[in-house]
Structures are given as C-alpha cells and as structure tokens.
C-alpha cells in the first residue's frame, strides 16, 4: 500500500472522529459567547482554536475527495503538525488557560475542554498508528 492511500486511509476516522464530535456536542459558539466572563475570555478564544483545529481533520477528507492527491497530502501533514503540536501544548500549558477563578465561573467551557482534549487525543491516536505504519513501510523498502 502506497503512503498516500494511508494517508487517506487515515484521515477517514480522523474525519468521523470530529463529524461525530460536533454531531455529538451540538456546539453553539453563540451560548458560549453570550455568558462569557473577563476570567474566560482567554480560555474561550483557546478553545474555539481547538474546534478549528478538529475542523481541519474534515477539510483534509474533503481535500482528497475533491483535490489532487498532491494537496490534500500537504494539507494531511498540516494538519498532523498542528494536531501533534496542539497536543504537546495542552501537556504543557493546560493549567496556564484556565486558572481557578477560570474553572469555578466557567465550568461549560471547562466541560467542552476536556471533551475537545478527547477528540484530538483519539485523533492524535490515528496519527501515530500512521507514524508507525509508515515508517514500517520505509524500513522494510530500506531493507528488503
């Protein structure tokens, strides 16, 4: 199997994985925009960024069924780094977003944190099947 069909293969979930979350969730920017307080208005905006982000998983389905295979390979590894890198900085950084007057006023966005931690955890999972795919394909043509 060629790397591009893998990668195909493997924005598939990744795609249905954040179809099924926002299905699931039902999320309307709106109701969080209203009730908004000065202690999460930061972590609002941080987390809208991780919704774009799971947004990004379903334009690279889309790209592969609409584009040349070219781009959407490009917007697959873009969309890996951003995935990977978003990844390692809620690690990191998680607790600097939300303090604790954050987590006691804004407990639906504390809720939609963790479920949106969830999502790119599982589509993080999808990535390092494919990492491993990969490179055991390169290894074995290096080798054989």
């Known amino acids: 199997m060629e790397i591009t069909k893998i990668f195909f293969y493997s924005s598939i979930p990744m795609a ?5 979350f ?11 925009k209203d009730d908004i307080r000065s202690e999460c208005k930061e ?7 991780h ?16 584009c040349s295979s070219c781009c959407a390979i490009v917007l697959y590894i873009f969309n890996v780094l951003i995935i990977g890198g978003q990844l390692v900085e809620k690690y990191y950084n ?27 955890i599982s589509n993080g999972s999808v990535i390092i099947i ?10 074995n043509k290096i080798f054989c």
């Open 94 to 120: 998680n607790e600097e977003w939300c303090d604790t007057d954050c987590k006691t006023n804004c407990t639906e966005l504390v809720e939609l944190s963790e479920k949106t931690n969830i999502c790119l």
């Open 22 to 32: 926002f299905v699931y969730e039902n999320i309307d920017i709106s109701d969080f």
């Open 16 to 20: 249905l994985i954040s179809i099924i």
């Open 130 to 139: 494919v990492i491993i795919v990969v490179l055991g394909k390169t290894i």
């Open 43 to 49: 972590f609002f905006e941080y987390n809208l960024t």
């Open 51 to 66: 919704l774009i982000i799971l947004l990004t998983s379903i334009i690279v389905f889309l790209a592969y069924l609409c």
